[in-house]
């Protein structure tokens, strides 16, 4: 009896379906001095800087902001705790007003804890403002990019530092450019799964530890920590550095995720999909991913199902489905041979014509191409 308590709850141990479901993470701020350096050193924008006001604040949104409204005098819906953006409008409307009135317009948002102002075109920035940021200590920067293009990569940096993220366990790789994240119990195999296909030529993402991040509303990135890297745990073995043994084409550094494949011990009562007329999805971060779950024994080629799994997501991804082909085949041959019984049942003299036991076959007739 005690035998079989164990075996119900390793079996419900096993089969328990993986958690997917995770609450996000989410960055709460970056300072402005990593705005700056990440913008000028990593992305190469040209930003000047104009003043030296600490860059100690934070910036808590990915959006931005213009204040337009505000220089004007309207402040009720000023959101000032984003990056401000002073474009051709903003700078021609302060320069044509007189020095007193634009330094009572400059007042109205200098009064607000601003994180920075960034002043796109080129456009001039006269003294006597800068010089009220600066007693503000709000930072100000200078580009020559236009207002749009700046806009664009502030947007998309911010979006991406702010973007939800959670950590997963699992094993990520590319295969044929398919961003497959093998998902299991631990010990399952899923690192042997990865390390197989590394050796056959595909690409480790990461391994054990797998950030998968959402970009936008409906694409997942996936990369390593900045621990573990490209390390890779192999029971028996130990640790190994892909990137070292095989070198750099064995390696990437982000890929987006595109299919899940769960590995799951086989089970003799549990009906698997054996057709995929109807394709599974799983959540991921609220983005729905295809879900293969994938039951696995000893002897069976988990890599080489795994490179067909890429191989047909692709052929699906050009228009061809090979279930639905398959399905359609079916449906006409019966079809057929519906029509073909109406038929003999119509014939005057009632005979039955004589099967054909070649019908079936894929061709009529056999070539002398045998030995």
Known sequence: MAGERERLSFSAMVFRPMDFNKSPLKKKDITVADFFNALTERLGVPLERLNHAPMTRKIVERDIHRPGLALAGFTNLFTYQRVQILGNTESRFLNQLPPEKRKEAFANIT?????????????????????????AKIPVFRTTLSTTKFIYIVTDFLDDQFAPYQIFHGSMVDVYGIG?????????GKSEV?????????????????????????VLMASG?????????????????VEAIFGVRAVRYQKRVEIVVELLEWDNETEYDRTGLEPKTVEILGVPI?????????????????????????????????????????????????????KRRSTRNGEKKRRNHFNDRAIDYFEHDFE
Not at 180 to 188: D, E, H, K, Q, Y
Request: charged letters at 25%.
């Open 111 to 135: 009064s607000y804890k601003i994180p920075c102002v960034c002043v796109t075109d080129s456009n001039e920035f006269v003294p006597e403002l800068l010089e009220m940021a600066t007693k």
């Open 225 to 241: 920590t900045d621990t573990i890297g490209h390390f890779m745990e192999i029971r028996g073995l130990g640790i190994i550095d």
């Open 290 to 342: 295809q879900h293969v779950r994938l039951p696995i024994y000893p002897g069976k080629n988990i890599t080489v199902i795994a490179e067909v799994i890429a191989l047909n997501y692709l052929l699906k991804h050009y228009g061809y489905d090979a279930a639905q082909e398959m399905d359609k085949r079916i449906r006409d041959k019966i079809a057929s041979n519906s029509k073909r019984g109406k």
């Open 180 to 188: 497959i994240f093998f998902a299991g119990r631990s010990g399952i």
């Open 194 to 218: 990865a390390l197989d296909l590394v050796e056959r030529g595909h690409r480790l993402v990461a391994d054990d530890a797998v950030v998968i991040t959402r970009k936008g509303e409906s």
